[in-house]
Structures are given as C-alpha cells and as structure tokens.
C-alpha cells in the first residue's frame, strides 16, 4: 500500500535493541524481542476469553480442576522459573492441553479421559509449565511476531461500563495464533526432558510420560477428525518422541508416584459419563447436517445419562432454536444458565431470544453479562441498540464500532448504525475509523485501518507520536470502502516495548462523494 508522509523526518527515531535473555530452563541465551511484561500481560489478557471461546471451564465435577490444580501446582513449585501460573480444565472434547505464556495453563475434558494415571497427568502438566516457563511462546513470538495484545492500541476504547475493547478484538487472534502454533520438535523435546525433570523432582514416576505419548501416537494413528488434526498440528505426536522419553526416564531416578487408582477413583465421573459427551457431540454433528430430530434423540441421552451438564442444555437450546421453537430454546438456556453462570454463549442466544420477543431489558442484561463473559459481535450490536434508543450515542458509537469489526452481517448492521449515530460532519469522521497498530510478522511497525461506516471514506489523516516528540501527520492516498481494512507498512523495525511509545490517533477522513 503506498501512502505520504507528510514530514521530512522520521517517525520512529529510536533504534533497535536487541535482547538476548538467559532461559531460566535449559541455561542458554535466547535471543528475544517480547519482555516478560509482554508474557505477563499476554497470559492474563487471553487466559478467560480463550476458555470461554473453546467452550467453558467444565465445573460439573468440582473434584476434577481441584485434582488438576493441585497436581500443577506441585510441578510448577519445582520448575526453574516462578510464574503466576494457573490451571484449569475447559468443557471440550478434543484431547489437548495449552499453555500461555505467563504460565497460563488448560487442559481439555476430552484428555483427561484419555489418561490412566496422575504420573500421565504430571506429564502433560510439566510438559505445558516447560512451554511457558523455558518462553516457547515469546521464542515464536520473536520469530514470527504479528499484530499482539502487548502493542495493539485502538482509537475507541473502553466506555464508562468498563468494557474492554482491546481484549475482544485481540482474543481470538492473539491467543488463538500462540496456543495452536507449532512450537517445532525442538520445542516439544525439550518440553519433553524438562517436563520429566519436573515430574522427577515433584516425587512422580517419570514414566508416565513415555505412556503419554504412546497414547498420542495411538490417537494419531487412529485420528480421523478435524479436531484431532489440530491437536497433532500444534502437538506432533512421534515414535521419536516416545524413544527419546524413555532415554531421559532410564537417567532419570526410578520409580516415584504412578497413582493410577487415585486418578481413576477422582476421574470417576468423566469416565462414567463419557458416553454422554459423546451422544452430545454426536447431536450438534447432527444439527449441523439438518438433523434436529436425531440432534433431539441424542442430546436426551446425553442429559439423562448426566443432568448436571450445562453444555447438553446449550445444544437442546439450539436445537429448538433451529426450529423456530423461541420458548423452549430459551427454556434451554435458562437451565443451562442455572447449571453454569459463567459462559457467555447461553447469555448471548438467550438476549437475542429476549430481543426478538421485544423484552428489551432482559436482552440488554444478558447482552452485558455476556460480554463481560467474552465480546461477540452480537451482543455487542444489541448493546448498541440499546445505548441509541436510551440517547446515548457515545456509548452507542463504542459498540457499534467494535461490531462493526466482523466479517458478517452482523458486522454491517454495525457499520450502518455507527454512521448513523455519527454527528454530520467531516471533523468526526474519525469516530467511523478503527486504527490499531502493532508489529508485523517481519517484526516492522504496521497501521492498520478499518472503515466501519456503511459509505466510502477517503483523504484520511493519521496523527503519530512517537514518545513525547512532536505529533507528525501520516495521509493515506487511497479510499476504503464499507468494511474494508487496509495495512499501512512503515518498514520500521522495532521491539515490543518501542512500539508500545508510539501513539496513533485519527485526525480526520472524509465521506467520498458528499
């Protein structure tokens, strides 16, 4: 994309600092270009948002993330670098395991019943605290560095209800692209060796990790899903793997805590209602394929087999949704509500019900407790709505211009609402843009632009500060259309932390045609 700058000098005056960082795991100098800031706030931005997007937290059975927690926390007490970590389980059942950076840690439903042993457990713990605590993640970061939460800015920000408009735009990018990145079979092995180190250390038979990957060799061997495809993408299961385990268990002290029966015995209610979740994803397969009486018949079973579970009454919810059957889809809802509190998805489908029922006020509380849950474009256009009948077109721009972000429809409702509550005149074109900024996977400094109005907006004016230098003007030639998001490619390398001083504002733009 060509643009002019109108200066003679440089944007960004400040050079680039290379920092080469000892890895508190293996003892080498890595060569890094995010800080620990940067993992920290990474880990805590994306942590909540990336389970509610796979999801939920699975709190059927309490026992379940207590036993998972405690297990972590005993190898993250041995690991070689302190971190705020944290475990939990998400409500999925693809067998995987994530880590953030920062020591953020998941593990899927669908893996712990794959396991047979806490000694298997320890195993794919260590092997995630090793990605986070040895900086895998940073490490992949520096080399193949994007638009990231620790440098996008954005010019509409957060309204008086505390709404983060930073963190929904970022959370399905940002922590999606780190948690399903292949972190190379050098990474793994090394979160292999270190991973059984810590499970040494803790009292756990190292074993259990030359199990865990016999498992995942078993699993890709018969893996024919898409959901298991992903998971071996970013986990690449190998018979290498397994040798090269049981090479570090033969070094490592022998013996230590299996704990098979303590596992099966606090496993016990996953494994008895496996049958369940099965006939559940069975049922939203079916759903999928137009098949809501064969959707009906299995997400029956699977309440029956377990009444407790929220997530059986989300797909009943949309089931009846499908049909056009409002009342007994937001009957769904709200028992699976009941059940989990703390899922956003039963909150948006149940405001949008409320919407179309004309109950506007239960719709706008359950649009704001979902976004407060995890931001979605249509919760976020109700909220819009709601702000522009109450005359609050401040609140309503912030919004709709968050909405007006997605690929859909949805989005262009947003983007025809946002130009609507736009004052007419030129001077508050800016309103209509969305400017963020951040690093390019060359690590150079990038702009990028979204018009979020439903007209062609032209002669666009960017102010830049760099630090507390002098504001200089960036105008860009071409025109946007109605959605359209353009990258503007400065070439200027910097680190994570440089592009963090850097402000950029819109100052003006104009309607093309008017």
């Known amino acids: 994309m060509q643009f002019l700058l109108k200066s003679s000098g440089s944007f960004f005056l400040v050079l680039l600092l290379s920092a080469c960082v000892q890895n508190p795991v293996t003892g080498e100098s890595n060569f890094l270009l995010v800080s620990e800031d940067w993992e920290l706030q990474v880990g805590a931005q994306q942590y909540a948002p990336l389970r509610q997007q796979q999801g939920g937290d699975y709190i059927t059975d309490a026992k379940v993330t207590a036993y998972v927690r405690a297990v972590g926390n005993k190898l993250a007490a041995v690991s070689d670098r302190k971190l705020p970590y944290e475990f939990n389980v998400i409500n999925d059942s693809t067998p995987n395991a994530w880590a953030l950076p920062g020591g953020k840690i998941s593990i899927n439903r669908g893996l712990l019943v794959e396991l047979n042993s806490e000694a298997e457990l320890a195993a794919v713990l260590g092997h995630e605290i090793v990605h986070a605590a040895a900086k895998h ?80 060799v078993r699993l890709s061997q018969g893996s024919g899903s898409n959901a298991l495809e992903r998971l071996f993408a970013s986990h690449p299961p190998s018979q290498k793997r397994v040798d090269e385990n049981r090479a570090t268990a033969a070094r490592l002290p022998q013996g230590g805590f299996k704990g098979v ?48 579970e929220s ?66 474009a249509n919760a976020q256009l109700g909220l819009g709505k709601y702000a522009e009948a109450r005359g609050d077109t401040q609140v309503a721009r912030r919004f709709y211009s968050m909405a007006a972000q997605a690929d859909n429809n949805v989005g262009v409702k947003a983007r ?8 007419d005149n030129n001077s508050s074109r800016e309103t209509a843009l969305m400017v963020t900024q951040g690093l390019t996977r ?11 109005t439903s007209q062609q907006i032209g002669n666009i004016r960017l102010g830049v500060t760099v630090a507390n230098s002098q504001q200089r003007t960036l105008s860009v030639r071409q025109q946007l259309r109605p959605g359209e998001k353009r990258l503007i490619e400065t070439g200027q390398k910097l680190t994570s932390a440089q592009a963090n001083r850097v402000k950029v504002v819109v100052l003006g733009a104009d309607v093309v045609g008017r």
Do not use: C, H
């Not at 025809?416 to 004052?423: G, K, S």
């Open 311 to 376: 997530l059986f009454q989300s797909i009943a919810g949309d089931i009846a949704l499908s049909q056009n059957n409002m009342n007994a889809a937001k009957q769904a809802y709200t028992k699976a509500i009941s059940l989990n509190g703390n899922y956003f998805y039963n909150f948006v489908q149940r405001g949008s019900i409320s919407e179309a029922q004309r109950d506007n006020n239960a719709a706008r509380a359950d649009y704001a407790r979902s976004v407060s849950l995890l931001p979605t």
């Open 416 to 423: 025809q609402a946002l130009l609507r509550v736009q004052p």
């Open 137 to 216: 993640g940073a490490r992949g970061q520096t080399r193949n560095l994007g638009l990231q939460a620790g440098v996008v800015t954005a010019t509409l920000l957060a309204d008086s209800q505390g709404y983060n408009a930073q963190v929904a735009q970022m959370a399905s990018s940002v922590g999606s692209q780190l948690i399903n990145s292949q972190y190379g079979q050098g990474a793994e092995l090394e979160s292999d060796l270190f991973g059984m180190e810590y499970m040494s250390r803790a009292g756990y038979d190292p074993q259990g990790a030359v199990e865990l990957q016999q498992t995942f």
């Open 261 to 308: 029966q303590e596992y099966r015995r606090t496993m016990a209610t996953l494994f008895n209602t496996r049958e369940a979740y099965e006939a559940a994803d069975q049922a939203r397969l079916a759903l999928q394929q137009g098949d809501t009486r064969k959707a009906s018949s299995l997400v029956q079973t699977a309440i029956r087999i377990e009444p407790r």
């Open 442 to 452: 060359k690590g150079t400094f990038a702009i990028q632009i979204v018009n979020q």
